[in-house]
């Protein structure tokens, strides 16, 4: 399963980021630049710096000929931000918004402090690099779906992502939200609301308390996930 693999990658990759940061830290002490929760401190990635996120989740978006806000991706602890910004010489080139979902702490890394000729550093950048395009790859797939595929598998994908297991649910965040799968998903916040009420009906979902429960139940779940698979 490509999804599969792309987490897989993903939990592997975190830790080399880690890793890799420990490094940087004990040759260079870095600038911390600390965000509220849901701010958008897009104005604050400047060009040719990564941010590495030591804490808080950030939602990373653009905004379509049409006015609409689509999300991309969640970044989280021990991920990247601003690879994009490596290669753009003002912010205006930045497309990309970015949105705090928690208090966020961010590490700055100027670009020239890092060593072009280090193998260890295109190493990191170019899986980094691979990643997201393997991500965009799937947000591009998603969008051939139909609107109750697109919510479906975004909720999915959210919940491996950021579910934390209980005895009988993946626990969601707060802050994901109707809203927030509207974003993923290319549909209106309503229609967001129908397709969870379905997903409730079938004992797939529970919506208590603006925090949505994913049902843990294997068999349960093989009934529905077979025609998402890739």
């Known amino acids: 399963m490509f999804i599969d693999d792309l987490f897989t990658y993903h939990t592997h990759l975190k830790e080399l980021n880690s890793r890799f940061f420990l490094q940087l830290s004990e040759k260079e002490k870095n600038t911390t630049l600390v965000i509220n929760e849901h701010t958008n401190f897009t104005n604050k990635i400047l060009p040719n710096h990564l941010y590495y996120i030591k804490s808080g989740y950030v939602k990373s978006s653009v905004i379509d000929k049409q006015g609409n806000l689509k999300s991309f991706d969640i970044l989280g602890p021990s991920e990247f931000l601003g690879l994009n910004t490596l290669f753009h010489s003002s912010k205006t080139d930045n497309p990309w918004l970015f949105m705090s979902l928690e ?3 961010l590490a700055v890394i100027p670009f020239f402090t890092l060593d072009p ?3 260890n550093v295109f190493d990191i950048l170019y899986k980094n690099f691979f990643h997201q395009t393997q991500k965009i790859h799937l947000s591009w797939y998603l969008s051939s779906l139909s609107g ?10 959210l919940v491996q992502h950021l579910g934390k297991q209980s005895e009988n649910y993946f626990i969601l965040p707060k802050f994901v939200t109707h809203s927030l799968l509207a974003e993923f998903s290319n549909v209106s916040r309503p229609y967001v609301t129908k397709v969870l009420l ?9 919506y208590r308390h603006h925090i949505i429960k994913f049902c843990n139940n294997d068999d349960m779940l093989a ?3 077979d025609d998402f698979l890739f």
Do not use: A, G, P
């Open 198 to 206: 379905k997903l409730e009906n079938k004992q797939l979902v529970r």
């Open 223 to 225: 009934k529905f996930l």
């Open 148 to 157: 109750y595929e697109r919510v479906f598998t975004s909720l999915i994908l």
């Open 103 to 105: 208090d966020v702490t």
């Open 117 to 119: 000729t280090d193998k």
